[in-house]
């Protein structure tokens, strides 16, 4: 099993902490964002999209976090990052969707390039597109937590679930474009049972091997 990834991409940081909470350990293949390693030829071969991150496996290959992530689920079923009822499934889905589909795709590094270059937005406004939709999604998110009635140490309840391994990552975002989440008592409780959780200490950006 090799895993292409690299210490600061929110979706495989999603990964890691699902293989940490899975007991996975794949052979990891670090691709440079920065440097473009993800539009050479060769991992072109593995991933038509460059993009991070993907999974060999099986003799198959598996791209986007979530596919990936759905398939550790499915094949290691235990612990469970999905709740056992329709509903709540539904739930812990659509709290991690907010995430990967609305919130990270527009802090995306290949927008942000486009943006520059295409648009003209300097680093000021580029700053300003991040926070204006992280800290609006997040906040979405917080409300979504309070609404349900459901969340508890973590997003579901006291243990950690999909939600959770979206949260953790698109949250060290946030501190890194200086969003501040300090009003939103879910997020807040929940940051610091990720961050006493070993799987997701594990997982940390700072503490991968291709980390700068």
Not at 108 to 117: E, G, P, T
């Amino acid at each position: 099993m090799r895993f292409y990834g690299y210490y600061r991409s929110s979706a495989a940081y999603r990964c890691r902490i699902a293989f940490n909470l899975k007991g996975v350990t794949p052979q990891f293949v670090p691709v440079h964002l920065r440097k473009g390693e993800q539009r050479s030829a060769d991992y072109l071969a593995t991933n038509p999209q460059g993009l991070i991150p993907a999974l060999e496996t099986d003799g198959a290959t598996i791209t986007q976090s979530l596919a990936i992530i759905e398939w550790l689920e499915e094949t290691r079923p235990t612990p469970p990052l999905l709740p056992k009822d329709a509903l709540e499934r539904a739930h812990v889905r659509a709290l991690a969707l907010s995430i990967a589909c609305d919130i990270h795709p527009l802090q995306n590094l290949r927008v942000l390039a486009f943006l520059a270059s295409d648009m003209g937005l300097d680093e000021p406004a580029l700053g300003r597109w991040r926070r204006r939709w992280i800290g609006e999604g997040l906040a979405a998110y917080e409300t979504m937590l309070a609404r349900s009635g459901r969340a508890g140490a973590f997003s579901f309840g006291d243990t950690p679930t999909l939600a959770d391994v979206c949260l953790m990552p698109q949250l060290f975002s946030a501190d890194r474009f200086g969003v501040d989440v300090g009003a939103h008592a879910h997020l807040q409780r929940i940051r610091k049972s990720c961050q006493s959780h070993p799987a997701f200490a594990a997982a940390h950006p700072d503490r991968q091997p291709d980390a700068e």
